[in-house]
């Protein structure tokens, strides 16, 4: 059996730095490379009601942007967190760790229409009624029939 443990000082010394910078590293909390678990900033100005359309999708703008607004042929890349009335999170691409990419024309309605109302680089909040999201059906095992959707989203880019 080989000792793979020097006993010189100059190990002990290169070993206890190399504990101790592996430990700060880990009560940092992973600062380093971990995955945001929420929305990024909003403006400080973001309106705080919201806006309803013709459908009756709600929506309010909380972070603007200068860029280009998505059509319905768009693809894009977006974070979200999606919540239900009572708050549970019933899903999210920043738990995930990673953006979703989809395009526009297939998803619900509510993200169709409430997609093109933000700019490249915005940030959307949508409350979407039942009959723009899953309808009666819901979706088993996740949103529950005629379930009112709130979504964050941010709109990374259009493909």
Same mark, same amino acid.
């Given at each position: 059996?080989?000792? !793979?443990?020097?006993?010189?000082?100059?190990? /002990?010394?290169?070993?206890?730095t190399? !504990?101790? !910078?592996? @430990?700060? @590293?880990?009560?940092?909390?992973?600062?380093?490379?971990? *995955? &945001?678990f929420a929305p990024g900033a909003?403006? *400080?100005?973001? *309106? &705080? /009601?919201?806006?309803?359309?013709? &459908?009756? !999708?709600? %929506?309010?703008? @909380?972070?603007k942007s200068d860029g280009e607004k998505p059509t319905v042929s768009s693809r894009v890349k977006v974070h979200y967190v999606g919540t239900l009335d009572d708050g549970?999170?019933?899903?999210?691409? %920043?738990?995930?760790?990673? *953006? /979703?990419?989809?395009? @526009?024309?297939?998803?619900v309605p509510g993200w169709t229409e409430g997609l093109q109302l933000v700019d490249e680089g915005g940030m959307i909040e949508l409350e979407i009624p039942s009959a723009l999201g899953y309808g009666p059906a819901g979706m088993p095992g996740a949103i529950p029939p005629n379930a009112t959707l709130h979504f964050i989203v941010e709109l990374l880019e259009i493909q």
């Amino acid at each position: 059996m080989v000792n !793979l443990l020097r006993s010189d000082t100059q190990s /002990a010394r290169t070993m206890i730095t190399g !504990l101790a !910078l592996i @430990l700060g @590293l880990v009560g940092l909390g992973g600062c380093i490379a971990q *995955p &945001s678990f929420a929305p990024g900033a909003r403006d *400080p100005d973001a *309106p &705080s /009601a919201f806006t309803q359309t013709e &459908s009756g !999708l709600k %929506y309010r703008i @909380l972070r603007k942007s200068d860029g280009e607004k998505p059509t319905v042929s768009s693809r894009v890349k977006v974070h979200y967190v999606g919540t239900l009335d009572d708050g549970s999170e019933f899903d999210s691409s %920043y738990r995930r760790g990673e *953006p /979703a990419a989809f395009a @526009l024309s297939g998803v619900v309605p509510g993200w169709t229409e409430g997609l093109q109302l933000v700019d490249e680089g915005g940030m959307i909040e949508l409350e979407i009624p039942s009959a723009l999201g899953y309808g009666p059906a819901g979706m088993p095992g996740a949103i529950p029939p005629n379930a009112t959707l709130h979504f964050i989203v941010e709109l990374l880019e259009i493909q």
